[in-house]
C-alpha cells in the first residue's frame, strides 16, 4: 500500500485528530512511497530502529515517537543519529501516542484490560483514555498483583493491604499516576497505571484504595502489536514487532 493510504487510515482508525497530544500523532518522518514491511515497538529507540531496518520495514510504527512538546526542537546528538538513520534508508516513522492509549479496541488500556480479565464497564479522563472494570471473581490485592505480574511479565510495585479483597478496579497505561485521585472518585478498590509518584502513596493510604505500578513500557506493549496486526490482516503487510525491555 502507499504510505499517504496507511497514514490516513490509521488517523481515521485512531481518530487522531480529537486529541489534544503532547506529540504529533501520525507521520513524523517520511519514508519511500510504498510499503509492504511494517515494523512496531513501544518506543523509538536506537535499538528498535536498528532491528526493524535490518529486517526490510519500510514503515516503522511506534507509540513513543519523537518531537514532544517539552523537548529541545533542535536535532541534534541522539535525536540526529536516529533521524538521519530513517532518512539514510528511505523508513519511515509513524507514532501514535494519546490515541492509541484510547482506541476501544486496539488501545493499550483495552487491551490491558482484556489481558487481565477486567470486563470494562466505564470510562473516564481525556477522551474516555482510562477504564473502569470488575474482576469476574473477586481476589486478593497480593492475588491480583501476581496476576498482573504474569501477565506482564514484570513484578509491580504494590501500595496497599495484600489481604483486601478487590473487584472493582480503574487502570491507565503508561505514566497516568495523574489519574489516580479520579479513580478513587470512581469507588475502585484498586488502580493500576504504569508509573507511580511519591504522593500516590499517600492517596493509597489515606483513601484506601490500593495502587499497583505495573511499569510504563510493560503496559504500552499491547497497543502498538495490536495495531501491526490489525494492519497486517487488513492490507496484507508484513508485520514484526520489535521489543526493547525497558524495567521503567
Known sequence: ?????????????????????????GLQVEGRAEVRRIATGVTASQQVLDAAIAWGADAILVHHGYFWRSEDAAITG????????????DVSLLAYHLPLDAHPELGNNARL??????????RFGEQGIACIGELVTPQTL??????????????????????????????????AQGYFEAAIAQDVDVYISGEISEQSFHL?????????????????????QALGEHLSAHFGLEHCFFDQDNPV
Open 1 to 25: 500500500m502507499l504510505l499517504n493510504e496507511l497514514r490516513n487510515y490509521n488517523a481515521s482508525l485512531l481518530q487522531t485528530g480529537l486529541f489534544k497530544d503532547y506529540c504529533p500523532n
Open 78 to 89: 541522539i535525536k540526529k543519529r536516529r533521524i538521519a538513520q530513517l532518512l539514510r534508508n
Open 113 to 122: 484490560g482484556k489481558l487481565l480479565g477486567l470486563a470494562e464497564q466505564g
Open 142 to 175: 497480593a492475588q491480583f498483583a501476581a496476576q498482573v505480574g504474569q501477565g506482564l511479565r514484570r513484578a509491580p510495585q504494590v501500595i496497599g493491604n495484600g489481604a483486601k479483597n478487590i473487584r472493582k478496579v480503574a487502570w491507565c497505561s503508561g505514566g
Open 204 to 224: 493509597a493510604q489515606e483513601s484506601g484504595v490500593a495502587f499497583i505500578a505495573a511499569g510504563h513500557h510493560a503496559t504500552e506493549r499491547l497497543g502498538i
